[in-house]
């Protein structure tokens, strides 16, 4: 638009000079009437729209995914001249599907004057999802100029992820899940001091009873009560690399399935259950900021509404080891705003992160491959202890290779293609 106006002026220039070098007196009146035109309908675009506010209402901030939700928007002309057009467009996301109502119309603005828009949305798919802001655009009676502002008035629903009832679930190793109690001193429950024993090398320094140390003047280390609540912590593998191929929006949000699906089963058997990702949290690129802008046309315009943040965030996504549906709500909430990253892959993520996680609970790993390096980060896994656990997500091609090799290490894998294969999570 900026280029267009430019070559006008330019255009209108060499008019009245060619107009005043002949001496066409008619002409020249006829482009300072023009330039008065212009600047009128100039100074019409740009105080039009400053005057504008918007309130909105959703019935729904939570929901599943089906969900249905009531917006209704107030637009108000707080400014006491006269708007003669504006066009309002709620934004929408791709998430959201507008089943009745409208989220736009063009409107005769009075001095002070209001206008609703009232629109039904369903939530087709899990997700972070943004409703607004309004775009307004308003400018002249000619037409001649254009300008396209937002406010502030945006709201988010957040949709969960599908979750599909697991009949049974085992850990694939020695350790079981639920609350246990064994003869033998394998399993221990870090909250139940059972009395200290002298300091053996290896030991952490957070099993050390410093007050026995103290009293004695050798180090002694506490005893635990042999009974133990075991869990799982789900690693979901969210690089975008790793996703590469077929159908990746369906593998993803499958696998987003799957770790809604094993977090709420968990829940439901009353153990711990925890969630880290290499994803990105949604709420961390999604530009909120309110803008004022002169664009050619209004794809354009939205195009800048929608526009997310750059991000280098390289610290994954984690829900802590809890237990509970306060735990299983929170991994939900994580799971509904988790987005793929460019930031690192899974096997770096492990590699930096598997210091801090809690060797009782069995990692049950989400991925869509199984590569090279992932292979020596899971047998570093094994070899300090964790029990480990592998959801291939629909993978023909790499699923056989990935089985042998993970089998050659003992550690399970469940290559899963459709929902129903959640009901085979039987070891």
Aim: contains cysteine; proline residues 4%; charged residues 25%.
């Amino acid at each position: 638009m900026k280029r267009r106006r430019t070559i006008s002026l330019i255009a209108a220039g060499g008019f009245l000079v060619v107009a005043l070098a002949f001496r066409i007196g008619f002409f020249a009146y006829a482009f300072y009437a023009a330039l008065l035109v212009a600047g009128l309908a100039y100074l019409m675009t740009f105080v039009s729209l400053d005057g504008l506010t918007a309130e909105r209402h959703c019935t729904l901030r939570q929901g599943e995914i089906g969900a249905e939700a009531v917006v209704t928007v107030g637009v108000r002309n707080q400014k006491a001249y006269f708007l003669p057009w504006v066009i309002m467009e709620d934004v929408v996301s791709d998430g959201l599907t507008v089943l009745e109502g409208v989220a736009s119309r063009a409107q005769v603005m009075k001095p002070k004057g209001a206008v609703t828009l009232r629109y039904k949305v369903r939530c087709d798919r899990r997700g972070y999802h943004r409703i607004g802001p309004v775009l307004f655009e308003s400018g002249d009676f000619f037409g001649l100029t254009r300008r396209f502002v937002t406010g502030p008035d945006t709201l988010f629903v957040t949709v969960y992820p599908k979750i599909v009832p697991v009949d049974k679930y085992s850990v694939p190793t020695h350790r079981p899940l639920g609350e246990t109690t064994t003869r033998m001193r394998i399993f221990e429950d870090p909250t139940r001091i059972a009395g200290v024993r002298e300091y053996r090398h290896g030991d952490p320094l957070r099993r050390v009873h410093w007050k026995a140390s103290a009293k004695t003047g050798t180090l002694h280390a506490k005893v635990y009560d042999p009974s133990s609540l075991e869990g799982a912590n789900i690693v979901l593998d969210f690089n975008e690399r790793a996703w590469q191929g077929g159908k990746r929006v369906e593998r993803v949000e499958f696998a987003a399935t799957v770790a809604a699906s094993l977090a709420s089963h968990l829940a439901e058997r009353g153990v711990t259950l925890g969630l880290v990702s290499n994803g990105v949290d949604a709420a961390d690129v999604i530009e909120t900021k309110p803008i004022s802008v002169e664009v050619a046309n209004r794809d354009e315009a939205r195009e800048l509404v929608e526009q997310r943040k750059e991000t280098d965030r390289l610290r994954p996504v984690e829900v802590p080891v809890g237990r509970g549906q306060d735990s299983a709500m929170l991994v939900m909430e994580a799971l509904a705003r988790l987005e793929l990253s460019n930031g690192l892959d899974l096997a770096e993520m492990i590699a930096q992160e598997y210091h801090a996680w809690p060797r009782e609970d069995t990692a049950a790993l989400i991925v869509p491959d199984v590569s090279a390096e992932l292979f020596r980060e899971i047998v570093r896994l094994k070899s300090t202890g964790f029990s480990v656990l592998v959801l291939m997500i629909d993978n023909i091609e790499g699923a056989p290779r990935a089985q042998a090799g993970l089998a050659g290490i003992h550690v399970p894998m469940i290559h899963l293609r459709h929902e129903s294969d959640l009901h085979r999570i039987v070891i």
